[in-house]
């Protein structure tokens, strides 16, 4: 089957137990440690993304930053970069963990909805408030849908749409029916459910009709008719929306009583404030998964364009999972997204790798590069003030860089999805791939970290049309999706700059080092890193290289010795390449072998035998449209979880997730 590596990967931050205080005071050399500089040189294997955006520019022109026409790579973004694997191969606390503090949705199947019961929710008092429509069976069918299927996009609507709005009173005329359809197993279940013929905002005579005209077989789905005889139904028309490109019907919710001008019975809640809270996290999961517009013809569902469906804080049509006769959630339509059981945060708390909140959580990485309290104040001496870092780098010299002119229109990627759960959630705390209980649950964990290894197949040649899906369009075609980018730094680029080191332990210097230099303490040209933008599209490959003849490292004793001029060769006693050597192997051999692992792997870069992108419409896999199919098809059918960076041949993905690739 033809597979793909996806661009990014993770490498594991299991649970982490090494928090402390830390070093003594700044500004004095403690016996047994390091201090002074080290000369990185960096140079670019790919080209970079060095951008700034125009801000007088609606259309987000970026071109590559640049001072008296020399080409400027900013210090932070190099020390971000180092940062980032140094906290990586420690296993230290995230620098930055995106909130997800909310619990993230997915989608539940059709056969789920049986127990749905509809209810209208609102706030009374400050409490919440439901009144339940409990429908009618289908005749011998006890699970039937609750609330009867109104055809309204297609080629037989149940009314004129000008006739019939949201939330009125109908009365209308349905069959009873069953439609088949197979499971994941691919056993065929059976769904039971009302359809309605014909719908009026007042009472009218039943329609004539055709039962072969309602009895189908697709192959895929099959509908069969289960009376001859109509039923009458009145209740309230609830309309969501075409939001998807098959959607058909919108529904009835059963209201016999409205008609005599009373109320259906109310229901309580198990607890209504975590109910109300629940359904805040839904929505938000709902305006989350919005990554790109609808096409013209479709349209977001009401809960989503309603400001005030969030809190409730309007009567709202919803369905309702009960325990016993209490609420326990809600739902906004009847084949909904349902919330997993953890948010990430929680579960990034319990591997205590989220984001130090005091200085006694401190983590190697924050120890080493200095930490901000998490809500930006410094608070004198109460234990959550910031701490300065030990690592500082001096200004970047751009050795050689060419500019190169590209004025292509550049996608913007999105922000990481973690609603996908197949790729971001870990069966366990140490990062395990997900098995049989996919979601962000009890007793699992995440992935990792992030990382985009290098794509040794990807080429810039601007001329070359099979690289369309890299580089988009014209210049002049730019807008929500993508951004004119006026120009890249060439590859072969160099830059070199200062790492200033302060009174750092043995460990630190040499797991820097190792993240630096690799084993040897020098250079290691297939150790290949990432810098700037646009990684996930294969910019921004550097090799890294420490200059020993330009560096000045001694430990505290050196100094000491240079500075009372007790030595006659002061130079003899700077860090060289073989002490370095060893002082990262023993680094090394205290950290995590399999972190280690992997986060070589990473640095090793994809092997060259497959391509590098996102996934794609399995029957369009050339375009980027519809990157949803996949996703829908591998929860389907599988489903297939992100490989690790260190399976042979990489963490790969079929290009079709669909058995054989069978048609949708």
């Known amino acids: 089957m ?14 982490r137990f090494d928090d402390g205080e830390p070093a003594p005071v700044l500004g004095s050399l403690t016996p047994g440690r ?34 008296d026409g020399a080409v400027t790579l900013p210090a932070t973004s190099v020390k971000g970069m180092i940062r980032s694997e140094f906290e990586t191969v420690t296993n230290s606390r995230f620098g930055v963990f995106d909130p997800y503090d909310r619990r993230l949705g997915h989608r539940i199947g059709a056969t789920d909805t049986t ?49 019939v709005g949201h939330g009125a009173l109908v009365s209308a005329w349905a069959l009873p029916m069953t439609r088949w359809a197979p499971n994941r197993r691919g056993d065929w279940t059976p769904l039971h459910f009302w359809r309605v013929l014909s719908m009026r905002p007042q009472r009218h005579a039943a329609p004539q009709f055709q039962l072969d005209d309602h009895v189908s077989d697709t192959g895929r789905r099959r509908y069969e008719v289960r009376g001859t005889e109509l039923r009458e139904i009145r209740g309230i028309y609830v309309e969501t929306g075409r939001n998807i490109k098959s ?16 109320y259906p019975p109310t229901v309580g809640f198990v607890d209504d404030a975590d109910a109300a809270a629940e359904w805040a996290d839904l929505i938000a999961s709902y305006r989350d998964a919005q990554a790109e517009k609808p096409p013209e013809a479709l349209e977001f569902s009401r809960h989503l364009t309603d400001p005030t469906s969030a809190d409730l804080t309007t009567p709202t049509f919803a369905y309702a999972e009960m325990a016993g006769d209490l609420i326990r959630r809600l739902y906004p339509v009847a084949i909904s997204r349902k919330l997993f059981d953890r948010s990430p945060r929680t579960l990034a708390e319990q591997a205590s790798i989220t984001p130090a909140r005091t200085r006694d959580e401190l983590s190697p990485a924050d120890r080493l590069f200095g930490w901000v309290p998490p809500d930006g104040r410094a608070t004198g001496r109460t234990g959550t003030r910031a701490l300065r870092g030990r690592v500082r780098l001096g200004r970047v010299e751009t050795i050689t860089a ?57 080429t810039f040649d601007l001329n ?76 921004g490959s550097v090799t ?21 001029l007790d030595d006659g060769n002061p130079a003899k006693h700077r860090l060289r390449a073989g002490p370095a050597a060893a002082l990262v192997a023993a680094a090394v051999a205290a950290l995590d072998a399999e972190v280690v692992r992997h986060h070589e792997a990473y640095l090793a870069g994809f092997p060259g035998g497959l391509p590098v992108r996102y996934p794609a419409d399995p029957q369009n896999p050339g375009s980027d449209e519809d990157r949803y199919e996949w996703f829908v098809a591998n929860r389907r059918h599988g489903p297939t979880v992100l490989g690790a960076l260190i399976d042979p041949g990489g963490p790969t993905l079929p290009v079709d997730p669909r058995p054989n690739g069978a048609q949708r």
Do not use: C
């Open 2 to 15: 033809p597979e793909f590596h996806n661009p990014y990967a993770f490498v594991p931050a299991p649970a």
């Open 115 to 163: 127990a749905l019961v509809p209810v209208r929710v609102a706030r009374v008092g400050g409490r919440l408030t439901a009144w339940r429509f409990d429908g009618e069976p289908i005749p011998g069918e006890a699970d039937s849908v609750r609330a009867a299927w109104v055809p309204r996009y297609g080629r037989r609507p149940a009314s004129d749409p000008d006739e």
């Open 34 to 67: 390091w201090t002074g500089r080290l000369r990185l040189k960096i140079r670019a294997k790919t080209p970079l993304l060095i951008t700034e955006q125009d801000e007088a520019d609606t259309f987000r022109t970026r071109r590559t930053r640049q001072i």
């Open 247 to 262: 959607k058909h019907d919108e529904r009835i919710f059963f209201a016999p009583e409205m008609m005599r001008g009373q």
């Open 402 to 458: 060419e500019v190169k002119p590209v004025d292509k229109g550049l996608a913007i990627l999105g922000r990481p999805r973690p609603t996908q759960d197949l790729f971001y959630a870990a069966a366990d705390a140490e990062g395990g791939r997900l098995t049989g209980s996919p979601g962000y649950r009890d007793g699992g964990g995440l992935r990792g970290r992030k990382v985009y290894p290098h794509q040794p197949r990807t």
């Open 464 to 539: 070359n049309p099979r690289q369309s899906w890299l580089l988009h369009g014209d210049g002049a075609e730019v807008g929500r999706q993508n951004a004119r980018l006026l120009d890249m730094v060439a590859a072969k680029a160099v830059f070199e700059v200062d790492v200033h080191l302060e009174d750092v332990t043995a460990h630190e210097l040499g797991v820097l080092l190792h993240v630096l230099a690799g084993p040897d303490a020098t250079a290691a040209p297939g150790r290949i890193h990432k810098l700037g933008g646009g990684k996930p599209l294969g910019f």
């Open 544 to 564: 890294l290289e420490v200059d020993w003849g330009r560096s000045d490292v001694r430990d505290t004793a050196a100094w000491r010795s240079m500075f009372l």
